[in-house]
Structure formats: structure tokens, C-alpha cells
């Protein structure tokens, strides 16, 4: 079935580029037939194949079947999308979605992998829609799950009807009312299918449930952060709004380890309630870590790790592998951050760096990923983001020595 559902999106791409004429949804009547609608395929397929689709209002709410030379070949299960990106198929004929809420339209554009999902439970049983206005989020992950272990639509009414805290438990999370209602605080902002598992980890955590809990607001970028950094506290947290990038999430998980290591048994960290607070700490000990003697602590560096690592790929031209510890510190105090933090790292051969010339100065972070190296950051002056074309540069010069 999966291999239908790839074809299936392979040919509605080439009927769209051809602008074939015989692609279209139309509405059967009369009989049996009454209230589906065809996608006939027969033309770049090149034997007789028509996508049969039911809408909200039908007696089958959103089941489908393949049908050719008028025998049904192919019928779907409950929960199970035909392949087609249910996306185009509204778009190629509206009546395929009218009567479907507005809230769970919305609900589908937050989290499209499930949207086939949500509308049919939703049409079918009253306790699904009733959960989609509930809570959102909980909704999706029971989808998710009665997709993947194919429960069918009389099992799944059962335990929708069921407590909360007990649904919760027959999903593999933890079966308690407070979850429940976290869950329903929690706002549905734009997932995707591979965030539900970073989702499910995190809710298996107590430490990560316990904070999660005592936030005024709690979204799911608290969630994504958590995953990345567990030993987070409340104002840290609180410092993530609703709308904030990967970046930003990226961005502020590096100034806290990059404090931690700069200051390992300074308390002020815990002190700080806001973003910009956090960058004047994290500037003010770069600086302070910066002016001390540079000599003096690369000497203590070669008698703590040894001698500095070889570097695990060449150099090249514009990109210069740094080769002592007094290298790396002197780069750090050129390029105004704190890269000499890193030397436990350097020695573990966690990390590696090297200095970008052109097109633009930059430093250059490789961390081993899959069995090579690959880029883990890159800085300017004052750790100032890097250009696209210097991004590709990197890149070029990555895949030379793969």
C-alpha cells in the first residue's frame, strides 16, 4: 500500500505538469455510487484505474477505493489516506470539504501529515470532534497512534469515550488527569509527523513534566527545547515564546552551554529572566575569559590534554585548520566569542575547528556525524551569524574530502 500511495503522488505530479485533461474529481449519482467522487488515473497509468473519495457529508465519511474496469480493487482501511495528499484533492474539487468545520480545517493546516486522519474520526464519531475542540494535541497523538496499530473505528470510539487519563495510558503515555489537562494548555502550533516522537519522549519524562506543568503558558517549543536540553529550569523556559524559530531555540541552548562552560560554578545564569540579559552575561564573560593570559592558559591546556589533536580533514586555501591551543585561544580573543571555551571538546576529538578566510572570516566548528565530519556551527565577529555563501563554501569543501 505504501508503494500505491508513492505512485499515486508520482502520477498526480505529472498529470498536473501535462495539464491532463483527464485527471479530474467529478460527482457520481445515482445507486451505490452516490455521494463519491472520482479521480480517474487511466490516462497516465494506461489501463483502466479511477480513485473513488467520499466527503464529509457522505455515508462513509472519507473512505476511498481504487476501482478498474468497474471492480473495486483497492478499498482503505479506517484512518488510512489514499495516497493523494488530501491538500489536492480539495483543491481540484471543493465539495470534497464542505461541511468540514473551520476549527478542524485549522487543525489539519497545523499538522497536515494527519489531516485525512482528523477529518474522517472527526466526521464518524462525535467523541473525536469533541476532543479536536478539547484538546488538539491529544487528538493528534491518539490518531497517530490508532494509525499505526490499524485500530478500527468501533475500537477507537471505545476509548475516546473513556477518561482522559485512560486514554492517555492505552497511547503509552502516562495515564494521569494532570497530563490531561497539560495537554489541553498546550496550544496545536505547526508539527510535523517526526516532531510527535520528540513529543512522546518528553512527555515520558517527570523532571520534563514537572516544569512543563508550572509554566504560565506552555507551548511546544518548550517541548522541542526540553528535548535538547533537559536541564532546563522555569525562567529559561519562559523565555521561549509560542512563535519562536528553530534558530532562536538553537541560539539560546548554545549561550546557556557556552555560560556553563565559561563560568561552571557561577549562579548568576539562573538569575537571568530575559533574552537580552542573557546576551549581556554571555558578552561579559567572553570578555572576561579573553583577557587573561593567553599564554598562561595554553600552557595549562597542553598540561591538562596533551598536545592539540590533528586536524581530521585538510586545510584548504581560504579554510586553515587551527593547530595549537594557543591558536585556538588567540581566535577567540580575534573574533570576540568564546571558541577557547571549547578545549575539553577539542581533546575529546568532539569537536574541531578551523578559521574561514574567504568569503568572509568566520570560525569554522565540525563535529563527527555518521561516521564523518560534518559542520556543527559557524561564527563571525561576535558570533555573528555567517553568509549564505560562505554556508556553501563550507559545504563545497566538505563533500572535496568526502
Known amino acids: ?109 497545523h499538522a497536515p501529515f494527519m489531516r485525512y486522519a482528523v477529518y474522517q474520526a472527526c466526521a464518524c464519531l462525535p467523541s473525536a470532534k469533541q476532543l479536536a475542540e478539547d484538546s488538539p494535541l491529544l487528538l493528534v ?34 495515564g494521569s488527569a494532570s497530563l490531561a489537562r497539560l495537554l489541553r494548555r498546550i496550544p496545536l502550533t505547526p508539527i510535523a509527523s517526526w516532531q510527535l516522537d520528540a513529543l512522546r519522549k518528553c512527555l515520558q519524562q517527570p523532571d520534563a513534566l514537572g516544569l512543563l506543568r508550572h509554566l504560565t503558558h506552555p507551548n ?80 595549562a591546556l597542553t598540561l591538562k ?15 586553515v585548520a587551527l593547530e595549537s591551543w594557543d591558536a585556538l585561544l588567540a581566535e577567540g580573543t580575534q573574533m570576540h566569542h568564546c571558541i577557547g571555551s571549547y578545549a575539553a571538546q577539542i581533546a575529546a576529538r568532539q569537536v574541531f575547528v578551523y578559521h574561514m578566510q574567504s568569503p568572509e572570516v568566520l570560525t569554522i566548528a565540525l563535529a563527527p556525524q555518521g561516521g564523518k565530519w560534518g559542520l556543527q556551527e559557524a561564527r563571525g565577529y561576535c558570533n555573528a551569524l555567517p553568509s549564505e555563501a560562505s554556508l556553501e563554501a563550507i559545504q563545497r569543501w566538505l563533500s572535496a574530502d568526502s
Open 1 to 109: 500500500m505504501q508503494l500505491y500511495a508513492a505512485l499515486m503522488k508520482q502520477l498526480f505530479a505529472r498529470a498536473k505538469r501535462q495539464n491532463n485533461k483527464s485527471a479530474s474529481l467529478q460527482t457520481k449519482h445515482g445507486g451505490e455510487s452516490s455521494g463519491w467522487w472520482s479521480l480517474d488515473l487511466s490516462g497516465q497509468l494506461g489501463y483502466p484505474l479511477v480513485l473513488e473519495i467520499q466527503g464529509w457529508y457522505g455515508s462513509q465519511p472519507f473512505s476511498w477505493r481504487s476501482v478498474s474496469d468497474g471492480a473495486v480493487v483497492a478499498e482503505s482501511r479506517f484512518l488510512q489516506s489514499p495516497g493523494l495528499p488530501l491538500d489536492i484533492l480539495c483543491t481540484q474539487n471543493n465539495t470534497l470539504e464542505q461541511g468540514v468545520p473551520s476549527e478542524l480545517v485549522a487543525l489539519g493546516d
Open 220 to 299: 511546544l517549543n518548550h517541548v522541542w527545547f526540553l528535548n535538547r536540553f533537559p536541564a532546563s529550569w522555569p525562567k529559561l523556559l519562559e523565555m521561549i515564546e509560542q512563535n519562536a524559530s528553530l534558530h532562536t531555540i538553537v541560539w539560546l541552548q548554545r549561550m546557556v552551554e557556552d555560560i556553563q562552560r565559561l563560568a561552571p560554578n557561577g549562579t548568576q545564569l539562573y538569575r537571568v529572566s530575559d533574552t537580552q540579559a542573557l546576551q549581556q552575561l554571555h558578552d561579559a564573560l567572553v570578555e572576561r575569559f579573553n583577557a587573561l593570559s593567553r599564554g598562561k592558559r595554553a600552557a
Open 141 to 174: 497523538l491518539t490518531l497517530d497512534w490508532a494509525q499505526r496499530l490499524n485500530i478500527e473505528q468501533a475500537e477507537l470510539a471505545v476509548w475516546l469515550s473513556d477518561k482522559r487519563a485512560r486514554l492517555l495510558e492505552i497511547i503509552g503515555l502516562p
Open 305 to 319: 590534554y596533551g598536545d592539540y589533536p590533528e586536524a581530521p580533514i585538510p586545510s584548504h586555501t581560504d579554510i
